[in-house]
């Protein structure tokens, strides 16, 4: 069955980095494009971007263009999303999730990171 | 930047029906689809394509899309249906675009 298994919870200091692995199984990774989308505690989802697993291309969204970067690496079947410069504001469940027509019909089961000095 | 609004909450009793609103300009040119979020768990896609239902997706969730609004409706909602729900569409220049999401209460 397909599946998206994510890697597990991080714990950050203001400033830095974080790196979130999602691997796909049970389907053709770079036929589907991959969506990010994080949810604070106890906000609405929110997007972050997407990549097309075949060609890599990427579309971010505004409000985190910059400090977001998503790759792929087929022969894994795995995505990536990396966040710089993290602040108190970007703890969070980050999930990702299948795209089918720019929805999105197969979810991970989030990874949390925290901020905090 | 494109913008969906949700009601924050709705409330049904048990087999009643339910419906749940999502406003945008022009939304009913755009595809909607809807989410399902139970607490501590990843939401699952309940209606795609405005009204479509994916496989395992129960008859009681249906939905419909025109002008500024989609609505999501369940009928005869059972106390399972508690859950927040989150509208979703496309727009070609800020991307994917969810709602605020709503709490639908089950009393």
């Known amino acids: 069955q397909v599946q998206l298994v994510q890697s597990g919870a991080e714990v950050k200091k203001p400033g830095a980095s974080v790196k979130v692995s999602c691997k796909a199984s049970?389907?053709?990774?770079?036929?589907?494009?991959m969506h990010w989308v994080r949810q604070a505690p106890g906000q609405r989802l929110e997007w972050m971007g997407w990549?097309?697993?075949?060609?890599?291309?990427?579309k971010y969204s505004q409000k985190f263009q910059g400090r977001v970067t998503i790759t792929r690496d087929t022969s894994a079947s795995t995505a990536y999303m990396y966040l710089s410069s993290l602040r108190s504001e970007d703890t969070a469940v980050y999930y990702c999730?299948?795209?089918?027509?720019?929805?999105?019909?197969?979810w991970g089961k989030g990874t949390t990171v925290t901020v905090s000095s | 930047s494109y913008e969906l609004t949700q009601p924050p909450s709705v409330s049904v009793s048990p087999g009643q029906t339910a419906s749940i609103t999502c406003s945008g300009d022009?939304?009913?040119?755009?595809?909607a689809c809807w989410y399902q979020q139970k607490p501590g768990q990843s939401p699952v896609l309940v209606i795609y394509?405005?009204?479509k239902r994916p496989s395992g997706i129960p008859e009681r969730f249906s939905g419909s899309n025109s002008g500024n609004t989609a609505t999501l409706t369940i009928s005869g909602t059972q106390a399972m249906d508690e859950a927040y729900y989150y509208c979703?569409?496309?727009?070609?220049?800020?991307?994917?675009?969810f709602g605020g999401g709503t709490k639908l209460t089950v009393l």
């Open positions: 979703q569409a496309w727009d070609s220049s800020t991307g994917v675009v």
């Open positions: 022009k939304l009913g040119d755009k595809y």
């Open positions: 999730a299948r795209d089918k027509g720019g929805l999105m019909d197969v």
């Open positions: 394509q405005d009204n």
């Open positions: 049970g389907y053709t990774f770079s036929i589907y494009a």
């Open positions: 990549i097309n697993a075949g060609n890599s291309n990427t």
